[in-house]
């Protein structure tokens, strides 16, 4: 006869043995939906840095034309500034720099050239694109610690839904058949690519030094913070 304490443990593996797959795909779900907002961003970014030759990813390029009021070369520097910030509602600029009758304002990200003779106004400058420059400095892990553990949950909360998607659904829909197949299929891409390509040592790798890679910084575009513009184009003939 069974002892009475084997009862509830039967009955206890009798029902995870029922119920474990539904538990399954209720964390599956809920984990999915905690993942959906980070997914966006890593992966919105991961395009737009996937083409990093083709085109600055944290930055678009702008450079327009206006005229103002021509300002003698004789007027004083103060004087001068005071009148184009006045005409273009312009803020203190970072540097100032006067030859002639041209005036060079130096903004962040941002040059403006008064041709005083004329009162042609050149403004070049480059602006952080609309959440591409965040989702990629998030990307990037700029944050440093603190967004390491962030980034390290997501993680587990990606090999989560990997491994619990596995096990989901059962018969000839899941793992044993056509998920295997699918399975197999995913992972065969990846594999065949590098050995296609010969891996990272092989003939068709690009190769830097240490000290130029050091240099780039790991997005291969910058210098020390990864977000940097890149440089501006030089500014247009003076018009006559």
Request: aromatic share 10%; charged share 20%; net charge positive.
């Amino acid at each position: 006869m069974p002892e009475p304490a084997a009862a509830p443990k039967r009955a206890l593996g009798a029902l995870l043995a029922k119920r474990w797959r539904g538990w399954l795909r209720a964390v599956h779900r809920d984990a999915g939906y905690l993942a959906v907002g980070l997914t966006f961003i890593y992966a919105l970014s991961g395009l737009a840095i996937n083409h990093l030759a083709d085109w600055d990813p944290n930055f678009t390029s702008f450079s327009r034309e206006t005229k103002i009021a021509p300002i003698p070369a004789e007027t004083p520097e103060p004087e001068a500034v005071a009148r184009v910030r006045q005409a273009l509602g312009l803020g203190v600029p970072r540097d100032v720099y006067r030859a002639g009758d041209e005036l060079h304002l130096t903004y962040d990200g941002r040059q403006i050239v008064v041709y005083g003779d004329s009162g042609q106004v050149t403004d070049q400058g480059q602006s952080p694109r609309f959440f591409l420059r965040v989702a990629n400095w998030l990307h990037y892990n700029r944050g440093k610690k603190a967004w390491t553990y962030i980034a390290d949950a997501y993680a587990v909360l990606l090999l989560y839904l990997a491994l619990s998607g596995l096990f989901m659904i059962k018969g000839k829909l899941g793992l044993r058949w056509r998920g295997l197949a699918l399975v197999s299929l995913g992972a065969a891409v990846p594999i065949a690519y590098v050995v296609l390509s010969g891996g990272p040592g092989g003939a068709g790798a690009p190769r830097q030094d240490a000290q130029a890679a050091d240099v780039r910084g790991d997005d291969g575009v910058s210098g020390s913070d990864g977000d940097e513009p890149i440089e501006r184009p030089p500014l247009p003939p003076r018009k006559p």
